[in-house]
Nanobody, 124 residues
């Protein structure tokens, strides 16, 4: 599946951004978002199951970020609110076929397709 991430940019501390991941295939896939800050290792951010019944978040983004499936548009969005400087990173969306509609995947190696990344910069 092809993935196209968009929506990154510059945001102020406490501000919001909405990342979108457009997909060439959608209904049989579970999705995740990962990020990598300069000089750091890639890390898990959020994931959603194929049916949208289950989600998982990195502890530091819980209550601030929301992952959403938009079946009508075949996109997976990451709504990011109350942004902090430590959220600055390149964000990647990822997808994998999922036969279990309620399972979320949180490891980079669980996925088989990745988008090109979109840069998010949070600054005052």
């Amino acid at each position: 599946v092809q993935l196209q991430a968009s929506g990154g940019g510059l945001a102020q501390i406490g501000g919001s951004l909405r990342l979108s991941c457009a997909t060439s295939r959608f209904s049989n896939y579970a999705f995740g978002w990962f990020r990598q800050a300069s000089g750091n290792e890639r890390e898990f951010v959020a994931a959603i199951s194929r049916k949208g019944t289950a989600t998982s978040y990195k502890d530091s983004v819980k209550g601030r970020f929301t992952i959403i499936r938009d079946d009508a548009k075949s996109t997976v969005n990451l709504q990011m609110d109350s942004l902090k400087p430590e959220d600055t990173a390149v964000y990647y969306c990822a997808a994998r076929v999922s036969f279990d509609g309620d399972t979320v995947y949180t490891e980079w190696g669980d996925f088989r397709s990745w988008g090109q990344g979109t840069l998010v910069t949070v600054s005052s």
